[in-house]
Each structure stands twice: as C-alpha cells, then as structure tokens.
C-alpha cells in the first residue's frame, strides 16, 4: 500500500477530526501531498495540499479556517485538521500525492491516491 488514509469517523456537528495519510518514503520524498473529498452523488473536490516545504492551500470557501492541512516529512505523514465539522463535510476523504504541481486543486495531477476515508458528520 503506497497511501494508507485513517482517521474518519462519526462525529457530532461542531466537533473535530484528525485525518491522517501514511506514504511510502518512495513517494512522499518531494511530492505534493493533497486531500480531496467526495460526498454522495458529488464529484470529487479539492480541500487542501502542501509542499515538501509545508507551504499549503486550501479551497477557501470549503476549508475557511477550519482545515489545517500539514505534514511530518520524517514519518512521511500527512494529515488534515478538521473543526467546526458541519453535516454538509460528510463525504469520503482522499489523500493524494503529486510529484509536482502547481494546479493544486486539480485531481488529474496526481499521480497517486489513498483509499480513502469515511467522515460522517451528525446534526
């Protein structure tokens, strides 16, 4: 398995998740490292990435200052801090990986997918 995704959940409206995605040295080593998600009947999007040198952006409107995405390049992890969960962020979580882009919200730049990760979120 070259992106092991983990953290998701079940978890109340307001509350906090922290994913996680563990990747192979081979390619964590430089890449971009995204996390996209896709709800029910909804096309995948872009939430957030980040560099090697932990530079990150994130889709505004989606994450406004409740995501943090960052990364620890020694465990080759990275992960996503979610607060303030609201029931419209229930969705499967996806981590991603690019050897390098700057189109960072599109999924066809990267070249490597977790299997993703379920997040429910309760009202």
């Known amino acids: 398995v070259q992106l092991q995704a983990s953290g998701g959940g079940l978890v109340q409206a307001g509350g906090s998740l922290r994913l996680s995605c563990a990747a192979s040295g081979s390619i964590f080593r430089s890449s971009v490292m995204g996390w996209f998600r896709q709800a029910p009947g909804k096309e995948r999007e872009f939430v957030a990435a980040?560099?090697?040198?932990?530079?990150?952006?994130y889709d505004l409107d989606l994450a406004k200052g409740r995501f943090t995405i960052s990364r620890d390049n020694a465990k080759n992890t990275v992960y996503l801090q979610m607060n303030s969960l609201k029931p419209e962020d229930t969705a499967v979580y996806y981590c991603?990986?690019?050897?390098?882009?700057?189109?960072?919200?599109?999924?066809?730049?990267?070249?490597?997918w977790g299997q993703g990760t379920q997040v429910t979120v309760s009202s």
């Open positions: 991603a990986a690019a050897s390098w882009t700057n189109r960072y919200s599109d999924s066809a730049q990267y070249d490597y």
């Open positions: 980040i560099e090697w040198s932990g530079d990150s952006t």
